[in-house]
């Protein structure tokens, strides 16, 4: 009867400490603030060529990686940076699937802006434009050894740039027998 009468505080401190951390969570109203607020990246190369569906998931595994490193909504609203790790975990995220699945460089180079640039034909149908994507995903996957790597040639540098525009243009040419030319940047350094 004593261990029962002793236990009890216990079991009662437990219960306390869970129901405290349990309110540590985002609730529904939080979170779809926090969907609410994602919209405004959609304009991002990647995520503006992504239907409703595919970016409702996108923002839903934004805020997850959020809720998960800041338990507390209300501290991380007023949080200083906010607005920098809400970018640094959007970019994270975009990196993260361009790894789990290459083939969603269709959303970093849109079928319609590879048409206007001269690399694809127009008029290319849905089975075309998936078998440009992965000869392009895999040679890309053979040249950069992870999508971070890759994501950061294209943002730094213009070789870079000329070696995807070739990658493209190769693929176009054995896919599609499309001719691309390339225009070449010359840097010359002091």
Same mark, same amino acid.
């Given at each position: ?6 236990a009890?505080?216990?079991l =009662? ?13 985002? &609730?529904?109203e939080?979170?779809?603030q926090?969907? &609410? =607020?994602?919209k405004?990246y959609r304009q991002?190369?990647y995520?503006?060529?992504?239907t409703?569906?595919e970016f409702?998931?996108f923002?839903?595994n934004?805020?997850?990686? @959020?809720e998960h490193?800041y338990?507390?909504y ?7 940076g906010?607005n920098?790790?809400?970018?640094a975990?959007v970019?994270t995220?975009?990196i993260d +699937?361009l790894?789990?699945? =290459? ?8 079928y319609r802006? @590879?048409?206007?640039?001269?690399? @694809? ?5 849905r089975?075309?434009q ?5 000869c392009f995903?895999?040679?890309?996957n ?6 971070? +790597?890759?994501? &950061?040639?294209?943002? =730094?540098?213009t070789?870079?740039n000329s ?5 493209q243009?190769q693929?176009?040419d054995?896919?599609?027998d ?7 940047i010359?840097?010359y350094?002091n």
């Amino acid at each position: 009867m004593k261990k029962s009468l002793l236990a009890l505080p216990l079991l =009662a401190a437990a219960i306390g400490f869970g129901a405290c951390s349990q309110q540590a969570g985002w &609730n529904r109203e939080e979170r779809q603030q926090m969907r &609410n =607020a994602l919209k405004q990246y959609r304009q991002m190369v990647y995520l503006q060529d992504l239907t409703e569906p595919e970016f409702v998931i996108f923002s839903d595994n934004v805020a997850t990686d @959020l809720e998960h490193d800041y338990p507390v909504y209300a501290t991380f609203v007023k949080m200083p940076g906010l607005n920098d790790t809400i970018d640094a975990v959007v970019i994270t995220t975009i990196i993260d +699937e361009l790894d789990a699945d =290459a083939h969603n460089m269709r959303h970093l180079y849109p079928y319609r802006y @590879l048409v206007e640039q001269g690399v @694809l034909p127009e008029g290319l149908d849905r089975s075309g434009q998936r078998a440009f994507y992965r000869c392009f995903a895999a040679k890309v996957n053979r040249y950069y050894s992870s999508a971070e +790597e890759f994501f &950061n040639a294209i943002l =730094a540098d213009t070789t870079d740039n000329s070696r995807i525009a070739t990658m493209q243009a190769q693929c176009a040419d054995e896919l599609f027998d499309f001719d691309v030319e390339i225009d070449e940047i010359a840097i010359y350094g002091n």
